[in-house]
Structures are given as structure tokens and as C-alpha cells.
């Protein structure tokens, strides 16, 4: 642990793990807490509730594809529902700064409101602070969600299996590069935009049409990819064996990331799960991804091993490289 707080604790990678671990879990943890899932879900009398909770400090506010209202929106419901949940209700806590237009926080809100509306949830109780100028880059907006988990369903790190593969529904790293090209200036002769959507409408097409066969679901927001899968192998205690020339990658993100010297399966999404799933109905699980929209290039790009909760990658040259945790964040502040 380092002594003080860096930019890189808040990037989901190793240094997140050991912030969470060595403070956060060291005081309040607990069964739920300690899981790390994308939503924890606490049984009742009355079934089961998935809840989850997050702040959304993007800089810039506005980007190509979204701003942080659609962003806020689209990242507590995605949280609910790759642990298998409806998601029903949100709240929202705006953190203003003191000298931001009203029209650009009218925007925002009609936004989300826009966002949540496509998504079928509703924003239910919230708060506003205005903080002083220079404290807030604009706005920070903090969320809680809530969803009902279908009595009988269960994503558990617990059901993941050898031979399962692993499944992404598109493109990968497109609202990473986004956002650090609005940061830096940058223009691109493609257009290129950030991949955020909310995703429970179809992962709920996809649980009642393919039940058991999915067994494990996650978003791959901070830490991209690579980092996601790495939680995942750990926890489950199985190796991943990704394949570099099934990762659909947009020419424009491998060109630039290429350039910039950056790995896009350490890139941020926001309109992306992964999944782990029996390999018998993978195919037609990929087939109907590929129907819904903006999903055109989902794929099966690796396999689940038995082994020690190890990631690798099968290069396009024949070669195998371990991927671990990112370490170090080239783009700070991505949702």
C-alpha cells in the first residue's frame, strides 16, 4: 500500500484491489462485501433484492455516445443485471460545482431521464450539493440501484465450469478511447464514439431463452477486459485462455491504441458484458446477441481451463502471454 491516494487506486486495477482489500474489506467486510460482485444480492421472505452503488466522475462530462447522466444510469443498471436481476429503481446524488450552466446540468438530467426511461427503471429519491469552483470538474453523480432476482436464477462464480467458453457481445475498448481522445484533443478521420447502453433489456432476452447454459456474467468498465477476466479466474480458481484473433476490436481502436502505445483489453467499456457459458449453446447464444442492436460483432474469444485462476492470451503469432490486473491507469477518470 502506498501512503497516500493516487489517480491509479480508482483505475480497477491492482492498486484498486489493494486499497479495497486493505482498507474498505479490512473494516466493513463481509460475506456480500467480500464477493466483489457487480451487485450484491440479499434474500428476503419476499425473494431476492440485487443492489449496487456507484459515483461517476467522467472528464469531460459530455462525449460522443453519452454524458455522465446517460453514463450513471447505464452503469448502475448494467451492475444489476449481469448478477442476473431487473433492474426496477434508481437513486442520484448530484455533486455540483459552483459556476457550472444550468443548461448543461438540464442536459445531463434529460439524459438520464431519456436513458432510464429506455431502460425501464425509475430514479426514485436523490440529493443535490453544490460544492465550490474548481472542486467538482462540473458535476459528479453518485447512484444506488435496486432490481428483483427471478426466483431460481443464479450467476455465481460457484457454477463456472471447465469447458465453459467465454463470450463478449462487441467491440471492445471503444468508450476508453473516446474519452481520451475528447481529453486530448484528438480528432480521428473514423468516427469513433463510446459503446455506453444499457444492456438489461437483452441479457434478460438472453437469461429466459438460454437459462442454465449462461452460468457467469460481468461488465468490463474500469480495468477493461483482460482485468475483468483476471477477477473472474481468480475467483473461481479456473485458467482463461483468451484467443487474440476472435477479439473483436474496431480498426480505428486497434489503429490508435496501437499508436499510443495502449491494450485495448485494458481499455474501459460501458455498453459490454462478458459471459461465461456452456460451450454446447455458445453458438446460438452469439447468434441471437448478433441480432440485437449495436451488437453485430459479438464472439466466443476464449475457453474456461481447469488450472489456478491464471489468464492467458494465444497471440495472433502462435505465441501465449499471462495477462494480469492493469496496473497503472493510462486514462483516469473514464466513468
Not at 431502460?119 to 440501484?145: F, H, P
Amino acid at each position: 500500500m502506498t501512503e497516500r491516494i493516487l489517480l491509479a487506486h480508482g483505475d480497477g486495477g491492482v492498486l484498486s484491489h489493494q486499497l479495497i482489500t486493505g482498507v474498505f474489506h479490512k473494516y466493513l467486510g463481509n460475506n456480500q462485501l467480500n464477493q466483489l460482485n457487480d451487485a450484491a444480492i440479499v434474500k428476503s421472505e419476499h425473494g431476492s433484492l440485487a443492489i449496487t452503488t456507484d459515483s461517476f466522475v467522467v472528464k469531460p462530462v459530455f462525449f460522443p455516445g453519452g454524458n455522465i447522466g446517460k453514463l450513471a444510469v447505464v452503469g448502475t443498471v448494467n451492475d444489476l443485471a449481469v448478477v442476473g436481476a431487473v433492474p426496477k429503481y434508481l437513486t442520484a446524488g448530484f455533486i455540483i460545482e459552483e459556476g457550472m450552466l444550468i443548461s448543461q446540468l438540464e442536459e445531463i438530467v434529460k439524459t438520464m431521464a431519456a436513458t432510464a426511461h429506455e431502460a425501464g427503471v425509475q430514479v426514485i429519491a436523490g440529493d443535490t450539493k453544490v460544492v465550490e469552483r474548481g472542486s467538482a470538474d462540473l458535476v459528479y453523480i453518485n447512484t444506488t440501484g435496486i432490481g428483483f432476482v427471478p426466483e431460481g436464477r443464479n450467476l455465481a462464480y460457484s457454477r463456472i465450469e471447465a469447458g465453459n467458453v467465454i463470450i463478449i457481445n462487441g467491440s471492445i475498448g471503444d468508450h476508453g478511447l473516446t474519452i481520451m481522445s475528447q481529453r486530448a484533443g484528438l480528432e480521428f478521420i473514423t468516427s469513433l464514439k463510446s459503446d455506453c447502453a444499457p444492456l438489461n433489456m437483452q441479457i434478460e432476452v438472453l437469461l429466459q431463452e438460454f437459462g442454465d447454459d449462461i452460468k457467469f456474467m460481468r461488465d468490463p468498465t474500469r480495468g477493461g477486459v483482460a482485468t475483468t477476466i483476471k477477477e473472474i479466474a481468480t475467483a473461481s480458481g479456473y485458467d482463461m485462455l483468451l484467443a487474440e484473433d476472435n477479439l473483436p476490436i474496431n480498426e480505428v481502436v486497434a489503429g490508435m491504441a496501437d499508436m499510443l502505445g495502449l491494450d485495448p483489453l485494458y481499455l474501459a467499456n460501458e455498453g459490454k458484458f462478458l459471459m461465461i457459458a456452456n460451450k454446447i449453446a455458445a453458438k446460438k447464444i452469439v447468434e441471437k446477441i448478433n441480432k440485437f442492436p449495436g451488437c453485430s460483432k459479438a464472439a466466443i474469444i476464449g475457453d474456461v481451463k481447469t488450472g489456478k485462476g491464471n489468464v492467458f492470451l494465444k497471440t495472433a503469432f502462435g505465441g501465449t502471454k499471462i495477462l494480469d490486473l492493469l496496473v497503472g491507469e493510462p486514462l483516469p477518470r473514464i466513468c
